[in-house]
């Protein structure tokens, strides 16, 4: 068996491992009890969101993000740095990028929240997450190379700054009781500027390693993504952000990504489509790894077996993909919570099967 584990102060994840976005500390519809009988390692919030709700006083005011979401599992926390780019490329006056940091409300309605390396690290650290992030200033593959060397400038001094913060902050603590620092590779579409990021990261040396920006482009991994995990050391723990198709998953495996998380499981469990048929045939090759099943299909009206027979969650084992159609035709939440913990189980058994291989040798 082909396996490795990064190893934190809430116990180990097993690589490689699809981490659900547990976004405002939960994901969405699925008790965190279920979510532990999935195979799910750990769950990744969103520092912006839970600092704006229900805010971080509370949260540690009620013990921490692990005790507030009653999950035991270790947290990953975002910087924040995605929500402020998806504020600055939306409605115009919800965010404003300086070289201190970034300014966000998620509406008009709302006051600016200051974002700073600083604050971003002290944010994470309240919270209790395990695995925290160094704020990056994220740009649109196409944005103009002004823009793109920007970018890159503004991630090495922030993440500068994040290593300081995080080592004063955690000095006293043991090693072994620390979380982790991942900091995260930006460039845009230029090799040039990727490798300037990557360099200066190595250079400030962190836990594990992220790639920033747009990892899809028509259905398709972008080339940066391989470029990105050549230009890091080999053996460091690699975090595909924002990749969730099964098959984009598979093809960043292979350029030896190892942490993968997306909203499109959850989300798209939601709207009644889900994951079924794992084919492990193509885990090394490429191609096809999944089948979709829409539930607003009528053949799924009368079906008496399962949705997936391959599959032993508590969706296939207890339920026929008839019942399942029913709920989401009658609008009954339900629907959404099996149809959540089947597409979670789906992406556990993809990463299970993923562990007893060896990934293509692309770094």
Not at 23 to 29: F, K, W
Not at 91 to 116: C, I
Not at 164 to 181: E, G, I, S, Y
Not at 307 to 321: E, K, M, R, S, T
């Amino acid at each position: 068996m082909i396996s490795s584990v990064l190893s934190t102060r809430r116990g180990d994840i097993s690589l490689p491992q699809f981490v659900p976005d547990a976004t405002r500390a939960v994901v969405r519809g699925v008790p965190t009890s279920v979510l532990q009988q999935t195979g799910v390692d750990a769950v990744l919030v969103s520092t912006a969101h839970l600092v704006s709700q229900p805010g971080t006083s509370v949260v540690r005011a009620l013990g921490g993000v692990h005790r507030f979401m009653g999950w035991s599992g270790p947290v990953l926390s975002d910087s924040g740095g995605f929500q402020a780019f998806s504020l600055l490329t939306g409605q115009k006056g919800l965010a404003t990028v300086s070289d201190a940091g970034l300014s966000y409300r998620f509406s008009p309605k709302q006051r600016f929240r200051e974002l700073t390396p600083k604050s971003c690290i002290e944010t994470q650290l309240h919270l209790g997450a395990d695995v925290v992030y160094c704020l990056d200033y994220c740009t649109h593959p196409l944005a103009p190379d002004a823009e793109q060397e920007k970018s890159v400038a503004l991630t090495v001094r922030w993440a500068t700054e994040c290593r300081a913060t995080f080592d004063r902050l955690v000095a006293d603590t043991p090693p072994l009781q620390r979380p982790k620092l991942f900091a995260v590779v930006q460039g845009g579409q230029r090799a040039d500027l990727r490798t300037r990021c990557a360099d200066a990261l190595m250079d400030l040396g962190f836990d594990g390693y992220g790639f920033g920006g747009y990892p899809i482009a028509a259905g398709q991994l972008v080339d940066e993504v391989e470029l990105t995990a050549r230009l890091l050391p080999p053996g460091a723990v690699l975090h595909g952000l924002g990749i969730g198709t099964p098959e984009s998953l598979v093809a960043a495996w292979r350029c030896g990504y190892s942490i993968f998380d997306c909203t499109l499981p959850t989300r798209n469990a939601r709207r009644g489509v889900l994951y079924t048929g794992l084919d492990t045939r193509n885990l090394a090759a490429g191609g096809r790894v999944s089948r979709i099943a829409r539930m607003s299909d009528e053949k799924w009206v009368r079906a008496s077996g399962p949705v997936d027979p391959g599959c032993d969650c508590q969706l296939c084992a207890h339920y026929g993909a008839g019942y399942l159609a029913h709920l989401f035709r009658v609008a009954d939440s339900l629907a959404q919570t099996l149809a959540s913990v089947h597409n979670l189980r789906f992406y556990a058994r993809l990463t299970a099967a993923l562990r007893e291989r060896v990934p293509g040798a692309v770094r």
